[in-house]
């Protein structure tokens, strides 16, 4: 091989070896970069709208637990097991329920049924925030049990039948009594069980002596002091005399009161939305900016506020809930959401 020609061959595999000039370089990296800053860009959108819905979901969940929650003490309003004997041409949707008798002692809020509920505007319930509503709800319509008879030894003693029910009761507990005519409430004390022969076993229960202003179980003049015999007749014999009004079916139930209301929150931002009972007082969610509540009267053409209602919470029969949440991180999520919840005992 000539000496030009191995020059050649030389120079041939040099510019065949020859690497990336600066400027090739430097738009190799530019797009990179570009590429990177897509993919995160990207990234940051997907966490962010995740980050949205992931808050969005928690509001309609907290929403749902909150509304499943209150409405089940907003329908059983005012009830009882037993309603008030009506003629035919009276309306029960109007009637003004039964006539109770009230044994209890205690000047606690949960102590008095009054009108079976009681609405709150603006935070004049002790203990709720500034602008939001509150209310109170009375109800006997869970866990009853089957009165069957009653004696009078001495003091009054009444039988309920044995259901796996009945151990949800205990002594020192506030219970309703009625039987259709007439409702009766007081601390209950539970009595041993009594077997008699093969036959059923019955629970023997009475008026608790602390707490309760009398035994006398009937609508009376001073603390219930009138008899009244509770019986339920489908436990009596053919032929056996009806005693009292003879109202058949008489039932108990445990009473309770429940307040719903929007306090501070326990984590010590924010407010909350609690449920108090006669035992507890539970946060149920966080995160809330406000409740509203508004009632339905017969005759009305639009849902009013506590205010308005005055002295008629007898005949209130719905209740309009507009809960406001809120959510999230930075700027936060709000939802208003509203829901309307009929009473049961004054809805035909």
């Known amino acids: 091989m000539s000496r030009r020609t191995r020059a050649n061959a030389g120079r041939g595999t040099a510019r065949t070896m ?43 969940e907290s929403a749902r637990t909150a509304f499943e929650l209150m409405a089940s003490d907003l329908r059983e309003a ?13 309306d029960p949707a109007q009637s003004q329920g039964l006539p109770m008798m009230n044994l209890l002692t205690s000047t ?11 609405g709150y505007d603006n935070g004049a319930l002790k203990g709720s925030v500034t602008g939001t ?21 001495g003091v009054k003693q009444l039988t309920m039948e044995d259901r796996p029910l009945q151990l949800n009761y205990e002594s020192g507990m506030p219970v309703l009594l009625c039987d259709g005519r007439q409702a009766t409430l007081f601390i209950i004390e539970l009595l041993p069980k009594t077997q008699t022969g093969r036959g059923p076993a019955f629970y023997e229960f009475k008026p608790a002596t602390a707490g309760n202003c009398g035994s006398g179980l009937g609508i009376g003049p001073v603390c219930g002091a009138s008899e009244y015999w509770y019986k339920g007749e489908t436990m009596w014999p053919e032929g056996t005399p009806n005693v009292g009004y003879g109202v058949a079916n008489a039932k108990m139930a445990p009473m309770q009161a429940v307040r719903w209301y929007v306090g501070k929150s ?15 007082n539970a946060e149920v969610i966080d995160g809330v900016r406000d409740l509203q509540l508004t009632y339905l009267l017969p005759g009305a053409s639009g849902y009013v506020t506590a205010a ?16 406001e949440l809120e959510g999230g991180t930075g700027e936060p999520l709000r939802r208003r959401i509203v829901h309307v919840v009929g009473l049961r005992s004054r809805n035909p």
């Open 18 to 60: 020859r690497g990336l000039s600066l400027i090739e370089l430097m738009m190799a990296v530019v797009i990179g970069l570009l590429v990177v800053l897509a993919a995160i860009g990207i990234f940051i959108s997907n966490r962010a709208t995740y980050k949205t819905a992931d808050a969005m979901g928690r509001i309609q």
């Open 266 to 280: 326990a984590a010590g931002s924010g407010n909350a939305l609690y449920r108090r009972t006669s035992k507890d």
């Open 78 to 90: 005012d009830g009882t097991l037993c309603r008030a004997l009506q003629p035919k041409s009276e």
């Open 133 to 153: 509503d509150a209310i109170e709800l009375r109800s006997a319509t869970r866990d009853g049990q089957g009165v069957y008879g009653s004696t009078f030894a």
């Open 308 to 323: 308005q209602v005055g002295t008629r919470w007898k005949q209130v029969r719905a209740v309009r809930v507009a809960l």
């Open 108 to 118: 606690e809020w949960w102590a008095d049924w009054g009108d079976g509920l009681l």
